[in-house]
């Protein structure tokens, strides 16, 4: 099955090889060659699908993002990346999704973490899709700086999430990084209705540490270009003087490469027609470039660890008169809890700063938003 992937993707192109970049110390040298997939852990594949972009097709060009991205270090990384190429376009939109979809749905199957990188946010409806078949619950993290839920059933990048919710209900949403001012009062009422986890660029900007229990949830992550500022990452639609700094988006990215969770990785809205001096391809590099990095600093905690293997602490809440339980890891200082659920086990990663107000009586918002939800 994993050859098939031959008929939805196209090799590199031959300019890469044989730069100075391709040679040892550079992520472009210590690339494993595609025949050797069932050895990867990770394979790079660019997307070029803007068809469904609100504002009208454009021109990716994800080999900029290559090419900046081979140049960087290869020190730090895993030693087991492939880079399987661009996916060829479908002849209809719906032809490249479930393309998508396949390739996402066979790399993990042989525990390989596609990471994506190219085309529009509506791209994350098809790996969700993938996803939905294998989990009970897809834990996808979407760094934007607005909520695409858009207004009706249409299929598109800035109304994604509404559908792929409506078609696949397992699917949990936590949205980071938005700017209210680009927010609608309807796209408040869906998100609260299903459950899902708000996080303002203000409050990761005064807190940047609250968000790592999410990413460490986290099954799908994917970044929106446009949740970044201008100044830093210009070659986006939707350009603003305000959003993350390019070393945050790094930092986010890095700590969604360590959860032991994560299955796909997805950088979208590169518009490579207004990157004239490669910076926002040089961005987007890093960005996938901390990914890996973070990755390499996995600490095997749970799901991979057995949760019962570590410190159990039980903290008795007086109204309603029920006991909760945590879990710590004495070595990084890592918290996870069960939550107080009567028909079934759920635990969900935590911070020490959840435990101690849960200790003091108080549950944090994202906490409370769950036991509510799934009680």
């Known amino acids: 099955m994993i050859h098939e992937l031959n008929n939805y993707i196209e090799p590199v192109n031959n300019k890469f ?31 070029s699908e803007t068809r469904n972009a609100l504002e009208g097709e454009y021109l990716c060009n994800t080999d900029k993002i290559r090419e900046q991205l081979y140049k960087l270090s290869s020190n730090g990384l895993p030693k087991r990346i492939i880079d399987l190429g661009n996916l060829i376009s479908g002849k209809t939109i719906n032809d490249t999704y479930s393309a998508i979809s396949f390739i996402t749905q066979t790399l993990i199957e042989k525990n390989i973490i596609p ?10 409806y098809p790996i969700i899709k993938a996803l939905s078949d294998n989990k009970d619950i897809v834990n996808t993290t979407i760094i934007d700086s607005s909520i695409d839920i858009g207004s009706n059933n249409e299929l598109h990048s800035h109304s994604y999430i509404r559908k792929t919710k409506e078609l696949y209900p397992n699917t949990h949403f936590s949205i980071l990084g938005y700017q209210s001012y680009f927010v609608t009062e309807s796209d408040i009422d869906f998100s609260d209705i299903s459950a899902f986890d708000l996080i303002r660029l203000g409050q990761i900007r005064s807190s940047f540490n609250s968000i790592e229990p999410i990413l460490r949830d986290t099954d799908f992550c994917a970044i929106d270009l446009n949740a970044i500022r201008s100044a830093d990452c210009s070659a986006i639609n939707y350009p603003g003087p305000n959003g993350l700094y390019a070393d945050e988006i790094c930092r986010i990215s890095y700590l969604s490469g360590m959860s032991d969770n994560i299955f796909v990785f997805h950088i979208a809205e590169y518009n490579g027609d207004k990157d004239t001096h490669n910076q926002t391809a040089m961005l987007s590099a890093q960005i996938v470039w901390y990914f890996l990095f973070g990755m390499n600093q996995r600490e095997n905690d749970y799901p991979t660890r057995s949760i019962d293997t570590y410190n159990k602490l039980y903290v008795k809440i007086e109204k309603p008169d029920i006991e909760i339980l945590f879990y710590k ?33 108080n549950f944090p918002d994202r906490i409370w938003k769950k036991i509510q939800h799934n009680f």
């Open 329 to 361: 890891n004495e070595q990084n200082n890592r918290y996870w809890m069960e939550l107080p659920l009567t028909n079934k086990k759920m635990v969900i990663s935590c911070s020490e700063s959840d435990y101690r107000s849960i200790c003091n009586q």
């Open 115 to 124: 990471v994506f990188f190219g085309g529009t946010s509506d791209v994350s």
């Open 17 to 47: 090889s044989g730069s100075q970049f391709t040679s040892k110390y550079f992520l472009g040298g210590e690339l494993m060659p595609v025949s050797e997939i069932g050895k990867a852990n990770c394979a790079l594949i660019g997307i």
